[in-house]
């Protein structure tokens, strides 16, 4: 099944300490990006990846680190999370351009206390 | 980058059919109009995409105003499972802006 899949679903972590939440993508896609989604302002995008190697700044990008080393693959780093980081995080893909549709993962919820 | 209005709540019957709105006066000759879903505690999900003629798929059909500056998603016959937040979005070559969207209730 095509599929973007996010790992974990739920975390919680202590403010400081360094986390990763992974995201694959089977579809073969040249694009990937990480979004943040809170209450009362919406989806954002934090990076985005055009095709491996090649990584780009969002809307909200500070305190985040993603890197594109495989085309299958996008983690997203918080070297140092900090309570303003807890929010609802989801991964995306889209093969080509923007007339083509995008494939979300199921969301990865953090908290950071 | 283009920006997208559309009502924050609408309300539909169960088994009636649902037309939802969007504007995009801004919206650019390359734009494709993309819209979403999005269920409570999942990611979104592609609905429709069109350029300029309307577009049907088993999901929905998506109507684009002859001038572009708007369209309408329709969903021929709301379900109980068709409650969600829909977003209309005009995705460029590198990003996606999405706004609050709106939020269907379907009354069984």
């Known amino acids: 099944e095509a599929q973007v899949t996010q790992n974990p679903r739920y975390l919680i972590t202590v403010t400081g300490k360094k986390l990763t939440v992974t995201c694959s993508q089977n579809?073969?896609?040249?694009?990937m990006s990480w979004y943040r989604q809170d209450p009362g302002l919406g989806l954002r995008q934090i990076y985005y990846?055009?095709?491996?190697?090649v990584t780009d700044k969002g809307d909200v990008p500070e305190g985040y680190k993603v890197s594109r080393k495989e085309k299958r693959n996008f983690p997203l780093i918080l070297e140092s999370p900090s309570p303003n980081q807890t929010s609802l995080y989801f991964c995306?893909?889209?093969w080509g351009l923007g007339n083509y549709g995008y494939t979300f993962g199921s969301g990865t919820r953090l908290t950071v206390v | 980058d283009a920006k997208t209005t559309q009502p924050n709540s609408m309300e539909s019957n169960e088994e009636e059919p649902v037309h939802l709105p969007c504007n995009h006066s801004?919206?650019?000759?390359?734009?494709?109009i993309h819209w979403y879903r999005q269920l409570p505690s999942q990611g979104p999900e592609y609905v429709i995409h069109?350029?300029?003629s309307n577009v049907n798929n088993r999901m929905a059909s998506l109507a684009i105003a002859e001038d572009r500056k708007s369209s309408t998603l329709i969903l021929h016959r709301a379900t109980l499972r068709d409650a969600a937040v829909y977003y209309c979005?005009?995705?460029?070559?590198?990003?996606?802006?999405f706004g609050p969207g709106t939020s269907l209730s379907v009354i069984p």
């Open positions: 995306a893909s889209r």
């Open positions: 801004t919206i650019s000759g390359t734009d494709y």
């Open positions: 069109g350029l300029t």
């Open positions: 979005i005009l995705p460029t070559y590198d990003k996606v802006i």
């Open positions: 579809m073969n896609h040249e694009y």
């Open positions: 990846s055009m095709n491996v190697e």
